[in-house]
């Protein structure tokens, strides 16, 4: 094999976030900058010559070009076998399960999620541990500090690999298998639910359902387990097919750019179950029949049920979820007597406790579910688990979440998204909450008291690592909470989030508007925080 050891200049803005490496396609088209972040992170890897790599991604614009340089790349420094999804897809979950099935040493996954896809659009890579997760910051950080000095990368010299022909390539040492990116992933699920239960619910005309793909990485997958396995007909996929683009597709699976499954979902004729993925499958929402279900409650609702689901049966090890996520999973943690964490923002943060054998079921409030079966979160699992849920219960959707509420009350609430945010502004609300928070604690405002006032920092209970300035959290009296957080998903300038949470333990305020119902709390988080006055704009760009 002819390895060219190529000339390079560093590019300083290559420190990955909580998800990866995402910036725009055309950043990662300058000369070097795709080959120099695979590089440092090859450099900071030891010991994986003549070991697996998995590689694949969401089909998204520069997908396929990418995948052609990682290969050489990966080649000429000496990995032994490349696992890749056929035409170079592979959604994150089914990544994370090859993974941890063949045993590879690590995983690149191609992805910015739930980020919009073309040209002009964004592209993403990520590297996963061999637990099939996201590497942990302690590699994240080593990627970054490498890319900083690097100044050469290797690649090999070599003719563009056949992504489509399925089957196994031998070149100059090193083989290359190409796999269908459904049937193992199909397998695993097969193993997790009750197929013959769902396929009789289904073919009986108990359960309909609508699953949207938004043009993303999950159509085949939904297509092969809902429609070939399970019998759903072929219309209860929609927008199935993956485009580089996402068919124009903001594909984030929520109400605002789920549109075409919300309105099917609120019309008088809905199916009863409605779910939706996004970008590259790790996300869900999930929908009954007039009816939406917040992913804190998705998450709280799938903790308490766990029981009924064949995986699941012997009950949980304890639960998880993310800082900003409703205190929702709490409640049911502490009735089963299970222990709950409350992580940063992030699915590796999860992996510790999963691998330790701490938790099985974890949560984010941005639409991610996910257990032990993977080390990601899951969007076609989530759907196949309220899929099972509803068959077993004989439950709509609706009636699934009420009887939750009235056994642990209902925790209302919602996310205010402030999109590309310029980042000094941005920056200057958190140094204005921040410089708030010793007077906060005590405060009144209105019928709100000010128990707690502080910046969020986890130390890992499996490895002792901390993670410092993870958001704001100001916590009442009531239980009631406002977090604010910068989000580090987004490729221009900063999103400002801000979650608002309200427990009601009385039934009969349960049918509440979750925005009149939390109205008191938003006018307060503008009065802590002075985005709205900051930025001059007059309301959120995306409310969930």
């Known amino acids: ?107 690149l996954v191609l992805s910015a999620s739930h980020n919009p896809g073309g040209p002009n659009e964004d592209f993403g890579i990520k590297y996963n541990v061999s637990n099939g997760g996201p590497a942990p910051e302690k590699y994240t950080h080593a990627f970054f500090k490498r890319s900083q000095v690097i100044d050469s990368y290797k690649i090999a010299v070599m003719e563009d690999v056949d992504l489509d022909q399925l089957g196994t390539q031998q070149l100059d040492g090193m083989t290359i298998k190409i796999i269908d990116p459904v049937s193992d992933y199909a397998e695993l699920m097969q193993s997790l639910f009750d197929f013959d239960l769902l396929k009789q619910s289904i073919g009986s005309g108990y359960i309909t359902l609508l699953f949207d793909a938004m043009s993303a990485i999950t159509g085949p997958y939904a297509k092969r387990i809902l429609v070939d396995l399970l019998g759903a007909s072929p219309n209860s996929v929609i927008n199935a097919e993956p485009l580089e683009d996402f068919g124009g597709h903001h594909p984030d699976p929520n109400l605002a750019h789920a549109h075409e499954l919300a309105e099917a979902m609120f019309s008088d004729d809905a199916p009863t179950f409605g779910a939706a993925s996004d970008g590259d499958g790790d996300r869900n929402m999930i929908t009954g029949k007039q009816i939406f279900v917040t992913p804190s409650d998705s998450l709280a609702i799938m903790a308490a049920n766990a029981h009924l689901i064949p995986a699941y049966a012997k009950g949980l090890a304890g639960v998880a979820r993310s800082m900003p996520t409703s205190q929702a999973v709490d409640r049911v943690a502490a009735k089963y007597n299970i222990p709950c964490f409350e992580t940063p923002t992030g699915w590796k943060f999860f992996g510790n406790l999963l691998d330790a054998g701490k938790i099985t079921l974890c949560g984010e409030e941005s639409f991610g579910t996910g257990s032990d079966h993977v080390r990601e979160k899951d969007g076609v699992w989530a759907a196949l688990f309220w899929l099972n849920l509803i068959a077993v219960k004989r439950q709509s959707v609706a009636e699934i979440v009420h009887e939750h509420w009235q056994t642990f009350g209902r925790d209302i609430y919602s996310r205010h998204d402030y999109e590309a945010v310029d980042a000094t502004i941005a920056k200057g609300i958190v140094e204005h909450l921040c410089g708030q928070l010793p007077i906060l604690p005590g405060q009144h405002f209105g019928e709100y008291e000010i128990s707690f006032a502080d910046e969020f920092s986890y130390t890992d209970p499996v490895d002792g690592s901390v993670s410092s300035n993870q958001g704001v959290r100001i916590g009442f009296t009531n239980g009631s909470r406002i977090v604010f957080r910068l989000s580090g998903t987004g490729t221009v300038g900063a999103t400002l989030r801000i979650y608002l949470e309200r427990f009601e333990p009385d039934t009969t305020k349960h049918n509440q508007d979750a925005q009149t119902a939390l109205a008191d709390l938003i006018d307060l988080a503008e009065q802590l925080c002075e985005v709205k006055k900051r930025t001059g704009r007059t309301e959120p760009d995306v409310v969930t």
Do not use: C, W
């Open 1 to 107: 094999m002819q390895i060219e050891t190529i000339n390079t200049h560093s590019y300083d803005d290559q420190n990955p976030g909580t998800s990866g490496l995402r910036k725009k396609v055309k950043i990662f088209q300058q000369p070097g900058y795709l080959e120099n972040f695979v590089q440092a992170i090859f450099d900071s890897l030891e010991d994986f010559s003549g070991k697996t790599l998995v590689l694949g991604g969401d089909g998204r614009y520069f997908n396929r070009t990418a995948i052609q340089s990682i290969i050489k790349i990966a080649a000429a420094n000496g990995f032994g076998e490349l696992i890749i999804g056929q035409g170079g897809l592979l959604s994150t979950p089914a990544a994370s399960n090859i993974i941890r099935k063949y045993k590879a040493f690590g995983g």
